[in-house]
């Protein structure tokens, strides 16, 4: 891009409200310059997200501004960790000023929201694609990881599953559901995940484990049963499922997005039995359901799905192999 | 890409030969988990390079990852940052596995040499590009930047100019140079550039601004001035320029690549007068010339450049203009 081009791209991006005070230079030099406060451990992930392959090609800018960040929040959650910087590296084939208008409001509006401060990037002619890359931090030791789950443990979900697959579908298939709330409901579920940063935060000392669904409740449970070397038992009948999508579903299609159609960006989290008392308490003001949806066996015993305590039909026992990707 | 064609990949970097001992989570949860030592300010930058913009389509992928992480390196330098931790994120259109190899081998060799520590990343399918996130570290208030040059400071560059953009030509266009020894030489400038790190940290208690030469002399010691809000006078007759390039191409052909060319990754820094004596103990012994090419101003000054101590011929002032990106 010609240099006129960048400065005018950068216009919509370098926009600091108010500074963090950990933030010691943003934008503007070779590096950004950050102060750890003492005691907390730095979190970082990094996430690309390319036109097509992780959004359509029609999304609204605004929505995609938001999704890139909550899916990077999302990360940070799973942690346990408060949010804080974020790096953003920015392909894009043209300047079109009304699609960067909308993308940084939504953007910056997501970010303000959680107290971040963006303190660097990148912009670059090319196919449509960003790279985030997401600093937070956690007290020392108490990050919550994926190799901490022990046989005995509860296996807990928030929110509901399978709701944003659903929304996917309509969107992907341009089909309507009648009542227009419950269509909006699904799309929104899909477009607009709500990161679970306080949930996380809270979970800090009493899960043994967590993970974010961003693959699918099959796929992400099964990286903390690998990490953990763990078995487990999931009770389908338990999964927690939105009203909205089992109206107006068929059941065997919500069962497959909610155990592996992905993108719902709850957590799924292992909390000892001594603890579950306590999780009422942290996780029950918050506003959020969250179910126990079974739990943690030896790693021999395998990773098995029952309905109604009996193993579940084959089609679902499958599932682990048609994880999407 | 499919299920296994991550883990194909993923095995290509998931190679850690040795933790550095302030990776408390490297690879293969949520995020990772990083702390920082006390009095040190952490350093963040990112960079995308897209196939086609800032690379040619027939790259070595030996040397495309070097040079990836080697014009990352090239910011921590310009702070005086000492290297840490690296996040990939990498767009492949296909799964290549000599590619990878060569590829990864690069990255990893140039990682190792500098102790740092390859923490995360996503892999993903589409047009060739990568963002890479560097995170260093500088003691506490001794970081270089942009905006400490003052009047009466002498301005300095490491190394030669305009190699690389010579380099970059003689690829653009097929050209060859009679002597082997020499073409390889400049070939070798644009595609194997030497951050200078151990520069840029000998530099911390010595200059008084930083930056590193990417876009070219001209354009790169603007953002100084900008940032400093000062002006600057350059000669032209200074300018450190290699042999090999003073002996094969126009005078003003050379005077244009150095000025303007780019991609040398060199630093520039400025150093107040109380400090060159100095100057000459940190960076003598470091192998590396290094070459004062002028003096800063006062802004009203603005930026000039002499040629044996009188205004340069219009077609150089007006460089500015045409600065590349």
Same mark, same amino acid.
């Given at each position: 891009m010609a240099c006129g081009e960048f400065e005018l791209i950068a216009r919509y991006f370098n926009r600091v409200t108010s500074s963090r005070r950990d933030v010691e230079k943003g934008i503007g030099d070779d590096c950004a310059l950050l102060n750890l406060p003492e005691k907390q451990t730095l979190a970082i992930s990094t996430d690309t997200l390319v036109e097509g392959v992780h959004f359509l090609r029609d999304i609204h #800018?605004? *929505?995609?501004? @938001?999704?890139?960040?909550?899916?990077?929040? $999302?990360?940070?959650?799973?942690?346990?960790?408060?949010?804080?910087?974020? !790096? =953003?590296?920015? !392909?894009?084939? /043209?300047?079109? /000023?009304?699609?960067?208008?909308?993308? $940084? *409001? $939504?953007?910056?509006?997501?970010?303000? @929201?959680?107290?971040?401060?963006? +303190? %660097? %990037?990148?912009?670059?002619?090319?196919?449509?694609?960003? !790279?985030?890359?997401i600093h937070g931090m956690v007290p020392v030791g108490k990050a919550l990881r994926r190799s901490g789950a022990r046989p005995g443990d509860w296996i807990y979900v928030t929110?509901?599953?399978?709701?944003?697959?659903?929304?996917?579908? =309509?969107?992907?298939? &341009?089909?309507? +559901?009648?009542?227009?709330?419950?269509? /909006?409901?699904?799309?929104?579920? &899909?477009?607009? #995940?709500?990161?679970? +940063?306080?949930q996380g935060q809270a979970l800090r000392a009493l899960a043994s484990s967590a993970i974010d669904i961003s693959d699918g409740l099959i796929s992400d449970l099964g990286h903390v049963l690998q990490a953990s070397r763990c078995g487990a038992r999931v009770n389908l009948e338990a999964l927690p499922l939105s009203a909205v999508l089992r109206d107006h579903f068929e059941h065997e299609q919500v069962m497959r997005w909610a155990l592996s159609g992905g993108e719902d960006y709850e957590l799924c989290f292992t909390v000892p039995e001594v603890n579950r008392g306590?999780?009422?308490?942290?996780? %029950? &003001?918050?506003?959020?359901? @969250? !179910?126990?949806? %079974?739990?943690? =066996? #030896? /790693?021999?015993?395998g990773f098995t799905l029952l309905e109604n305590g009996k193993p579940a039909s084959a089609s679902f026992q499958g599932y682990d192999h048609f994880v999407k990707k």
């Open positions: #800018p605004a *929505d995609l501004g @938001y999704k890139a960040l909550a899916v990077n929040l $999302s990360d940070l959650a799973a942690m346990g960790a408060d949010p804080a910087w974020l !790096t =953003l590296a920015l !392909t894009l084939p /043209e300047v079109d /000023e009304s699609w960067l208008q909308a993308f $940084s *409001d $939504s953007l910056f509006e997501l970010l303000n @929201y959680y107290n971040m401060q963006l +303190i %660097g %990037g990148d912009t670059t002619r090319g196919p449509l694609s960003m !790279t985030l890359g929110g509901t599953l399978g709701d944003s697959a659903a929304g996917l579908a =309509l969107l992907q298939h &341009h089909q309507r +559901i009648a009542d227009p709330a419950v269509h /909006e409901a699904l799309i929104k579920r &899909h477009l607009r #995940p709500m990161p679970r +940063i306080l306590a999780l009422d308490v942290a996780l %029950g &003001h918050l506003g959020v359901p @969250y !179910t126990c949806v %079974g739990q943690i =066996l #030896p /790693e021999a015993d």
